[in-house]
């Protein structure tokens, strides 16, 4: 494990970007299909939330937002003062990145074992690791199932069971080969560690349906809950046939589902008295969802990679449709329309968004002892974006945005908060590496 100071880092970074090809396209920048949803303008008002948040004894920002370009389509206004552009905060707390290890290609999510080891997966090669706070890595562990690791596929995200400590059970989601295509699952299997660490009892607990052949926009984030449950993001596959599925509770398409983690479905779910519906429906009517966290209430937060000026901030709730690609605030990657409207009748309106866009993928929200200040912010990686985006959130409103790392040039795939409070990230390159943020 090597120390480095924030410049030092930054030089290293550079030096090693050689062969780090340009940021892919394939995460923000696809030029998509026009869906040609024809939609009406509701016109419906939403209501101006934004005013009450803070109190008395906590100020809230002031002063111009983030420095960012103009916005993709300034034709489209927020739905309530503070949706985008909150004026810019700063952390006073000098910080130290430490490169833990690298040498990764294109990481995508880690997971903390209970003796501070951490799994990390390789997206594109199917690869699960486990890797040691030395920076110590392991051969990749033998018995994962095969990915299609093609575009955005490949072995995303990873969770240790709940009751890891008696059953060994880790959990995965990856770009499933199928016949005809392909599709997000969800597997779970027993960690057997050791010098040569494995897998066994492999089952797959969850299938997005339907099969599609498509290499875009899976999802894939999961996030288990204090009750039990898990909730994981699945994306509408981007080319126009999947696209318009995000709002048919026939597919899982643009859904968040929530699973038992056997795999089966909690009887509580919301779309149960609909016979038609795909049960593990949880939310509908999003576009990618690749970051999700629980706040301090254990309530769901999401972020949403969106079409171009389209990034989103939700907290899905049970039953709600968070209107992809009905309503939203980005266009087409070629500029041309996807929506008519901003707002409709029976459909959520985003915490916040980004126009243009960070392209955003993990988030934690933070609950550690290391930084006060930093104490309930949300931390979101960001790709194009090359940052570590933090949020301030008073009442369920975003009131403050700040741009963490610039200086690092790096896409930030996964933000996942350790055990003792410091944060752990992946860059997204063909040499990824796993930094971790402490106090300098
Ligand atoms: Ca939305």
Same mark, same amino acid.
């Given at each position: 494990?090597?120390?480095?100071?924030?410049?030092?880092?930054?030089?290293?970074?550079?030096?090693?970007?050689?062969d780090d090809p340009a940021p892919?396209?394939?995460?923000?920048?696809?030029?998509?299909?026009?869906?040609?949803?024809?939609?009406?303008?509701?016109?419906?008002?939403?209501?101006?939330?934004?005013?009450?948040?803070?109190?008395?004894?906590?100020?809230?920002?002031?002063?111009?937002?983030?420095?960012?370009?103009?916005?993709?389509?300034?034709?489209?206004?927020?739905?309530?003062?503070?949706?985008?552009?909150?004026?810019?905060?700063?952390?006073?707390?000098?910080?130290?990145?430490?490169?833990?290890?690298?040498?990764?290609?294109?990481?995508?999510?880690?997971?903390?074992?209970?003796?501070?080891?951490?799994?990390?997966?390789?997206?594109?090669?199917?690869?699960?690791?486990?890797?040691?706070?030395?920076?110590?890595?392991?051969?990749?562990?033998?018995?994962?199932?095969?990915?299609?690791?093609?575009?955005?596929?490949?072995?995303?995200?990873?969770?240790?069971?709940?009751?890891?400590?008696? +059953?060994?059970?880790?959990? $995965? !989601?990856?770009?499933?080969?199928? %016949? *005809? /295509?392909?599709? #997000?699952?969800?597997?779970? &299997?027993?960690?057997?560690?050791?010098?040569?660490?494995?897998?066994?009892?492999?089952?797959?607990?969850?299938?997005?349906?339907?099969?599609?052949?498509?290499?875009?926009?899976?999802?894939?984030?999961?996030?288990?809950?204090?009750?039990?449950?898990l909730f994981v993001t699945l994306?509408?596959?981007?080319?126009?046939?999947?696209?318009?599925?995000?709002?048919?509770?026939?597919?899982?398409?643009?859904?968040?589902?929530?699973?038992?983690?056997?795999?089966?479905?909690?009887?509580?779910?919301?779309?149960?008295?609909?016979?038609?519906?795909?049960?593990?429906?949880?939310?509908?009517?999003?576009?990618?969802?690749?970051?999700?966290?629980?706040? +301090?209430?254990?309530?769901? $937060? !999401?972020?949403?990679?969106?079409? %171009? *000026? /389209?990034?989103? #901030?939700?907290?899905?709730? &049970?039953?709600?449709?968070?209107?992809?690609?009905?309503?939203?605030?980005?266009?087409?990657?070629?500029?041309?329309?996807?929506?008519?409207?901003?707002?409709?009748?029976?459909?959520?309106?985003?915490?916040?968004?980004?126009?243009?866009?960070?392209?955003?993928?993990?988030?934690?929200?933070?609950?550690?002892?290391?930084?006060?200040?930093?104490?309930?912010?949300?931390?979101?990686?960001?790709?194009?974006?090359?940052?570590?985006?933090?949020?301030?959130?008073?009442?369920?409103?975003?009131?403050g945005e700040e741009h963490l790392?610039?200086?690092?040039?790096?896409?930030?795939?996964?933000?996942?908060?350790?055990?003792?409070?410091?944060?752990?990230?992946?860059?997204?390159?063909?040499?990824?590496?796993?930094?971790?943020?402490?106090?300098?």
């Amino acid at each position: 494990m090597r120390i480095l100071s924030m410049s030092l880092i930054a030089a290293a970074l550079l030096v090693g970007c050689q062969d780090d090809p340009a940021p892919t396209p394939a995460d923000s920048g696809v030029p998509q299909q026009d869906s040609g949803v024809a939609l009406q303008d509701s016109g419906v008002p939403e209501d101006d939330a934004g005013t009450d948040a803070g109190t008395p004894e906590d100020p809230l920002p002031s002063g111009p937002p983030v420095p960012q370009g103009p916005p993709n389509v300034p034709e489209f206004q927020p739905a309530f003062p503070g949706q985008t552009r909150v004026p810019a905060i700063q952390t006073k707390t000098a910080l130290q990145v430490t490169e833990i290890a690298s040498g990764f290609r294109n990481p995508w999510a880690i997971a903390f074992l209970p003796d501070q080891r951490m799994l990390v997966t390789e997206k594109a090669t199917g690869s699960l690791y486990i890797v040691t706070q030395q920076g110590a890595k392991s051969p990749a562990i033998k018995g994962l199932p095969a990915v299609d690791a093609r575009g955005q596929g490949g072995l995303l995200d990873v969770e240790v069971g709940p009751d890891y400590a008696q +059953s060994g059970l880790i959990y $995965w !989601t990856y770009s499933e080969p199928r %016949q *005809g /295509g392909n599709g #997000l699952a969800v597997a779970r &299997a027993r960690l057997v560690d050791g010098a040569q660490p494995a897998v066994e009892g492999v089952q797959v607990i969850f299938r997005m349906m339907p099969t599609l052949e498509s290499t875009l926009h899976s999802g894939g984030r999961m996030v288990f809950t204090p009750d039990g449950k898990l909730f994981v993001t699945l994306g509408e596959r981007s080319i126009l046939e999947g696209r318009v599925q995000a709002q048919d509770v026939k597919s899982h398409f643009g859904k968040i589902v929530r699973i038992n983690p056997d795999g089966s479905v909690p009887q509580d779910n919301p779309y149960l008295g609909n016979p038609q519906a795909k049960p593990e429906i949880w939310s509908i009517g999003h576009r990618n969802v690749l970051a999700a966290a629980l706040d +301090s209430q254990n309530r769901l $937060w !999401t972020v949403e990679m969106g079409p %171009q *000026g /389209g990034d989103e #901030l939700n907290r899905p709730e &049970a039953g709600k449709d968070y209107g992809w690609p009905t309503i939203g605030y980005g266009e087409e990657y070629s500029g041309a329309p996807i929506h008519q409207s901003t707002q409709a009748p029976g459909m959520e309106q985003p915490v916040y968004y980004w126009d243009p866009v960070i392209a955003p993928s993990g988030m934690t929200i933070y609950s550690g002892t290391l930084f006060p200040e930093w104490k309930d912010d949300m931390f979101v990686g960001a790709l194009a974006g090359q940052a570590l985006v933090r949020l301030m959130v008073r009442n369920d409103r975003v009131v403050g945005e700040e741009h963490l790392l610039k200086n690092l040039n790096a896409r930030i795939r996964e933000v996942v908060q350790g055990p003792e409070g410091a944060l752990y990230l992946l860059t997204d390159a063909t040499n990824g590496k796993v930094l971790k943020v402490t106090p300098k």
